[in-house]
């Protein structure tokens, strides 16, 4: 079974500052991880994905998260924060290769102080 | 080209009553999922259809139905109307069986269950 922990679900910096968002999985089987995001009133978009190779994934908009199988997490960063980044961001994991399900976190705001 | 479209964006409906949400996959793409997302969480699947198919289904009541038509546009179906059935349904597509690929998120359809 697979299952996602996003810690914290409100965020907020300054900016110009670092984002880091955290995200810790669970999976019997290894597993494909993703962030998307949320904007108000919209669906949710994919801001990057690891599945194989790499573990160090970059993705849209200067975001980018490190596979740790270690400590079982995928966190997501950015160097320095814009306020249009001002979102709903959400964890998924999904099993490897599999006809199956995404597993979603219950999403971070991301809230941008000037 | 088109993204993913669902009709209708808001509704409103009483307790008891039924009501069919429907999705256009983005053109060559053959899976659409259906997911629901209650305020404050994570989307949570409901449904999977690949090839007019059910390949995958979530822990909701039977009261959810979908189905997905030749022409890969899908319908869900919620009968019997509850008002914790109140929340943003999402569908998205990908072009694949297997989740390697990227979904594709619609906007949503906000159902308000009074």
């Known amino acids: 079974a697979q299952s996602v922990t996003q810690l914290g679900s409100h965020v907020s910096v300054s900016e110009g500052a670092l984002v880091l968002l955290r995200c810790n999985y669970s999976?019997?089987?290894?597993?494909?991880l993703f962030w998307y995001v949320q904007y108000p009133n919209q669906g949710l978009q994919l801001l990057l994905k690891y599945t194989t190779g790499a573990t160090l994934v970059k993705g849209i908009n200067g975001f980018e998260a490190e596979f740790k199988k270690s400590e079982t997490s995928f966190h997501l960063t950015k160097p320095s924060a814009h306020m249009s980044d001002a979102a709903e961001y959400f964890c998924a994991v999904s099993p490897m290769n599999r006809d199956d399900k995404i597993i979603f976190g219950k999403g971070t705001r991301l809230h941008i102080l000037p | 080209d088109a993204g993913v479209t669902q009709s209708p964006t808001h509704l409103i409906k009483t307790r008891g009553q039924q009501v069919t949400l429907r999705c256009s996959p983005i053109s060559g793409h053959k899976s659409v999922s259906w997911y629901q997302q209650v305020l404050g969480q994570g989307p949570q699947f409901i449904f999977q259809?690949?090839?007019?198919?059910?390949?995958g289904r979530g822990n909701f009541p039977d009261r959810f139905s979908a189905r997905q038509f030749p022409n890969y546009s899908s319908e869900l179906n919620v009968n019997a109307l509850l008002l914790g059935d109140s929340a943003l349904y999402l569908c998205?597509?990908?072009?694949?069986?297997?989740?390697?690929?990227?979904?594709?998120f619609g906007e949503g359809s906000r159902l308000t269950v009074l």
């Open positions: 998205a597509s990908r072009r694949d069986r297997v989740n390697t690929g990227e979904l594709f």
């Open positions: 999976s019997s089987v290894p597993p494909y």
């Open positions: 259809y690949y090839e007019k198919e059910e390949r």
